[in-house]
């Protein structure tokens, strides 16, 4: 059994595995993230339309009555984080990605660590050469 | 079942390839191993060892990227394989890096000037890597609420509730999506796309999950699955084009009306000014990679005097490609001058150059082309006939022994054989004149002939 472990296919095995299971975990935190986001974004829009000056909230299993400003204020603040979250995600998952394709011997994904164009350029480009 | 699904396969093989077979078909890559030395037969490419190790590390140059402006020059006799190994550098390159192919003729156009089209062609074999990003909303529609007013008039109000196999939610709609999304009739049970950043929908088709099995459907219904992972997603698309592409639809109005009729025309210099300080900007932001291609001139002693000057200046430049050439000639004239020089090119150019010289192939590999051709040609030939043929070959040329191949498997087909045997040669060989008997022919029956005169039988090569 120590044998196996030291075996260069194993090790081989081990690094891969464990980075393809960690891209699947970000990816699932990442759709965890996107719900919850999209769970306070319903939220704040349904306070928008409240006239009341104070609102009860659920956070964990305790409900709490703040004025309801507050309440758009911790939702906001709560969209903001996820947001920043999801994009930490999305460069995490891309970098493992690109390991990944490395340790498998892939050819390199070229150009995805470039800047992105501007709208108005990209629009101008599928102007000219249809829609890509 | 087996029989059915022996006609399936054959319906495949018929449909996927239809593409003709051309000289060089047969060729897949350089046929180098990992570390650049050549294979003797590998990815149709045979002999020629010391070339191709030499173009192999002209390709790991050009992957690299980081030389430009170099010239190549392939020099050998006709029918050593200097198209064959440009041909294989092409394909060993890949889609992604361009790769431009020409024949030194080609700049002779009414159309643009010699220089003009040397431009372009130099500019097409430049790339340019950029990526677009946008932030899309996909997912299937489970219900779509529109309120009017009461009055008619007012602000619609409504509520788009979108899901994917993972998630659901309720999306609060303002005046101009209600509109696009009465424009694209979209009901509950689309899969549909928003663009974030313009708010353009886009009805991708109908879900699955709502496909009923109706007798009168409409044609163009079609269905997708419904979408997986997030409803909000980033889309990155990362596109090369070349630097003539760019030109081309900045050099028009409705550039991509010229792109496709094909007539360019001249561009003007302020145009090319623009677009390399466009791409210049992207570089510097971060935005655009260069990808220095290919452009590959074939008969490149058709070029004149000043095509070679203006080559000269042309590798100069930071943004040129890697300039392979080709000629089949020895010492001769510089066309557009009485000046001799080697391979008809200007000393001062080919001082520039890394020259690769091809040499005439053995009969062995001779042996192994043929073959290789006539497996690309889907031709059954016997061992015999290919020992005739190879021995026709290196007594005549390599390209009538290619041509043989063909017309040799049409004699045997009419006699039904099965595969091509030495008396089809022999016949192909008899109906057939290669050029060494052309000319004796012609040497013999010369008085026969009109207009024939004495010794005035010279061709002008340059």
């Given at each position: 059994m120590q044998d196996v472990q030291n075996q260069k296919s194993f090790q081989y095995l081990y690094e891969v595995e464990t980075l393809a299971q960690d891209i699947l975990t970000d990816k699932e935190t990442k759709l965890d993230l996107s719900n919850s986001r999209n769970k306070f974004r319903e939220a704040f829009r349904a306070l928008q339309g409240v006239e009341d000056r104070r609102t009860w909230m659920q956070m964990g299993s305790v409900f709490v009555e703040r004025p309801t400003e507050e309440c758009k204020r911790i939702l906001l603040n709560e969209?903001?984080?996820?947001?920043?979250?999801?994009?930490?995600l999305d460069k995490s998952i891309k970098s493992k990605l690109h390991k990944l394709r490395d340790l498998e011997h892939e050819p390199r994904l070229e150009g995805f660590t470039l800047n992105p164009i501007s709208a108005a350029e990209a629009k101008a480009l599928h102007k000219a050469f249809g829609a890509v | 079942m087996a029989s059915a699904a022996a006609a399936k396969i054959a319906e495949v093989r018929e449909t996927t390839r239809v593409e003709r077979i051309g000289a060089h078909s047969h060729i897949r890559g350089l046929g180098l191993d990992e570390s650049l030395e050549a294979r003797h037969v590998s990815q149709g490419m045979v002999g020629q060892m010391s070339a191709r190790r030499a173009i192999g590390i002209v390709l790991k140059m050009v992957r690299d990227g980081r030389i430009a402006g170099r010239a190549v020059l392939l020099a050998g006799q006709p029918g050593t394989g200097k198209t064959a190994i440009a041909t294989a550098l092409a394909a060993a390159l890949g889609h992604d890096t361009p790769f431009t192919s020409m024949a030194g003729s080609e700049i002779y156009s009414l159309e643009m000037g010699k220089t003009e089209a040397?431009?372009?062609?130099?500019?097409?074999?430049?790339?340019?890597?950029?990526?677009?990003?946008?932030?899309?909303?996909?997912?299937?529609?489970?219900?779509?609420?529109?309120?009017?007013?009461?009055?008619?008039?007012?602000?619609?109000?409504?509520?788009?509730?979108?899901?994917?196999?993972?998630?659901?939610?309720?999306?609060d709609l303002g005046g101009k999506m209600i509109d696009s999304i009465l424009k694209e009739k979209v009901q509950s049970g689309d899969v549909i796309t928003i663009d974030k950043a313009t708010g353009k929908i886009t009805r991708l088709g109908r879900s699955f999950a709502r496909a009923r099995d109706y007798d009168a459907t409409g044609q163009q219904t079609r269905?997708?699955?419904?979408?997986?992972?997030?409803?909000?997603?980033?889309?990155?698309?990362?596109?090369?084009?070349?630097?003539?592409?760019?030109?081309?639809?900045?050099?028009?109005?409705?550039?991509?009306?010229?792109?496709?009729?094909?007539?360019?025309?001249?561009?003007?210099?302020?145009?090319?000014?623009?677009?390399?300080?466009k791409v210049a900007e992207w570089r510097e932001e971060g935005k655009a990679e260069m990808i220095p291609g290919v452009l590959?001139?074939?008969?490149?002693?058709?070029?004149?005097?000043?095509?070679?000057?203006?080559?000269?200046?042309?590798?100069?430049?930071?943004?040129?490609?890697?300039?392979?050439?080709?000629?089949?000639?020895?010492?001769?004239?510089?066309?557009?001058?009485?000046?001799?020089?080697p391979h008809g090119i200007p000393l001062d150019l080919l001082d520039r150059m890394i020259i690769v010289p091809t040499s005439p192939y053995e009969e062995k590999e001779l042996r192994e082309i043929l073959s290789i051709r006539c497996e690309e040609e889907d031709c059954q030939m016997s061992d015999n006939a290919l020992t005739v043929l190879t021995r026709i070959s290196k007594e005549t040329s390599l390209r009538y022994g290619m041509q043989l191949i063909m017309t040799s498997s049409l004699i045997a087909r009419k006699r039904k054989a099965a595969e091509v045997d030495v008396e089809d040669i022999k016949r192909a060989y008899q109906l057939f004149f290669d050029e060494g008997r052309s000319v004796q022919f012609l040497k013999e029956y010369q008085q026969e002939f009109m207009f024939n005169e004495e010794d005035a039988i010279e061709m002008d090569t340059s």
């Open positions: 969209i903001a984080n996820a947001d920043k979250d999801i994009e930490g | 040397l431009t372009q062609a130099i500019r097409k074999s430049i790339g340019v890597r950029i990526k677009e990003e946008s932030e899309i909303i996909e997912g299937e529609v489970v219900e779509v609420q529109i309120e009017r007013p009461a009055t008619g008039v007012g602000t619609k109000v409504g509520k788009l509730i979108l899901k994917t196999t993972e998630m659901e939610t309720v999306y269905f997708v699955q419904c979408p997986e992972g997030e409803l909000q997603k980033r889309k990155e698309v990362v596109h090369t084009v070349t630097l003539h592409e760019i030109d081309v639809i900045n050099s028009r109005t409705h550039g991509f009306l010229a792109l496709f009729s094909g007539d360019t025309g001249e561009i003007k210099p302020e145009v090319r000014e623009q677009i390399n300080g590959f001139i074939d008969e490149v002693h058709m070029l004149d005097i000043e095509c070679f000057s203006f080559l000269n200046r042309a590798l100069e430049n930071e943004m040129a490609p890697i300039v392979i050439m080709a000629t089949n000639r020895g010492i001769t004239r510089i066309r557009g001058t009485n000046y001799k020089s």
